[in-house]
């Protein structure tokens, strides 16, 4: 099939929606990132979603709603606490886990009795879902494995003739995921970092919230995305958690080799390192701008002829912390400066 690139507007709100009611995937912008949508409640619609983007059929989707009203309909019971983070914080980058009442499809949840819900707080998303009046199911919209999209650009570099449709809405403004609590019980577990921290949904609780991916390790991970492989750039990429005067030396180290190097830096690291290839993503204090153009800048490396990409830890104040879970997970492996020596 050849995807039609659709402009944000009226008619071609109606155009997409009337795919997406008709069972086919349409990618669509939302704060965060680009989602490629199909109704939620279509189990052969959920089936175009893991073929086109090669997903593991056990990692379950998000469903986008356009109002709470919507939202009520899918579940058993907003408990207390998701009542209180859904004032708080919808629409915006929140997804919340309850228990399903069995309308969302089976392949949407991958056979779980909860299921993740989120109202976008992009007017593109909340108009198409309106439009259609459906409950949503979207992944990002990139391959499996891939960063994600923030731009219809990127959906269509990893998504083209796959997909009926790729409604444009600029360029995302958060960057990095929605953050996806638990919310079945009486106290909120953090299953994904991203777009509100930590300190916002404790601030809105007022009591500690905790944080599941800290410990993700050998245990079965909770969230069942958590334990592929993700947002890996094109070439092997290395974060480097050490100084400047420890980065430039692991520069030198891999030119030495003869590997053409790039670097993924704050401005700050990148005027004063020479490399091959620089992707800069802001400064060290603006954590909102790194979240921003961190998936532009892994996906820019595809274009260039470097080796290897040495990348720099960032601070994990705020959105900080998803953005280091991010980058840890694109990474081939993390160089620890070793500070004994
Ligand atoms: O910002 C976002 O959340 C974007 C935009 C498009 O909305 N969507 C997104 O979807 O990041 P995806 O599929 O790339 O990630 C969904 C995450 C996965 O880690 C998945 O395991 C988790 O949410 N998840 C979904 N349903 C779940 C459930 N019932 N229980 C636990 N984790 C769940
Ligand atoms: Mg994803």
Redesign the pocket.
């Known amino acids: 099939m050849t995807t039609s690139f659709l402009l944000w507007n009226d008619e071609n709100i109606q155009k997409a929606s009337e795919w997406l009611k008709q069972g086919e995937v349409v990618a669509f912008p939302?704060e965060?990132?680009?989602?490629l949508g199909a109704d939620a409640t279509n189990e052969a619609a959920i089936g175009k979603i893991f073929k086109a983007k090669g997903r593991p059929s056990d990692?379950?989707?998000?469903v986008?709603l356009s109002d709470v009203e919507q939202m009520s309909r899918y579940v058993t019971e907003i408990t207390p606490i998701a009542k209180q983070l859904i004032e708080a914080f919808m629409p915006g980058?929140l997804?919340v886990?309850l228990k399903s009442n069995g309308k969302i499809a089976k392949n949407v949840?991958a056979g779980?009795d909860?299921?993740?819900l989120?109202i976008?707080d992009h007017l593109a998303a909340r108009e198409l879902i309106k439009a259609c009046d459906l409950p949503i199911a979207?992944?990002?919209a990139n391959l499996s494995g891939k960063p994600?999209p923030t731009s219809a650009v990127h959906v269509y570099q990893d998504l083209k003739d796959k997909i009926m449709a790729i409604l444009d809405g600029g360029p995302t403004g958060v960057g990095v995921?929605?953050t996806?609590v638990?919310c079945t019980g009486d106290h909120a577990v953090i299953?994904?970092p991203?777009g509100i921290t930590k300190q916002d949904i404790e601030h809105v609780l007022q009591a500690p919230v905790e944080d599941a991916t800290i410990l993700e390790t050998k245990d079965k991970p909770?969230?069942?995305?958590?334990k592929y492989t993700h947002y890996e750039p094109e070439v092997p990429m290395i974060l480097i958690d050490g100084d400047d005067d420890y980065f430039r030396t692991q520069i030198n180290q891999y030119q030495s080799e003869g590997k053409k190097v790039g670097l993924l830096v704050s401005e700050e690291l990148a005027r004063r390192s020479q490399a091959d290839t620089v992707m800069t993503v802001g400064t060290r204090e603006d954590i909102a701008t790194v979240a921003n153009q961190l998936y532009h800048a892994l996906r820019s490396f595809k274009k260039t002829d470097v080796d290897v990409i040495l990348a720099e830890t960032f601070n994990e104040d705020g959105v900080g912390q998803a953005v280091m879970n991010r980058m840890r997970k694109a990474a081939t492996y993390i160089d620890i400066e070793d500070k004994s020596k």
């Open positions: 939302t965060t990132v680009y989602g990692n379950p989707l998000i986008h980058p997804t886990i949840t779980l909860t299921v993740g989120r976008p979207a992944p990002s994600s995921e929605s996806v638990d299953l994904r991203g909770k969230s069942p995305g958590m």
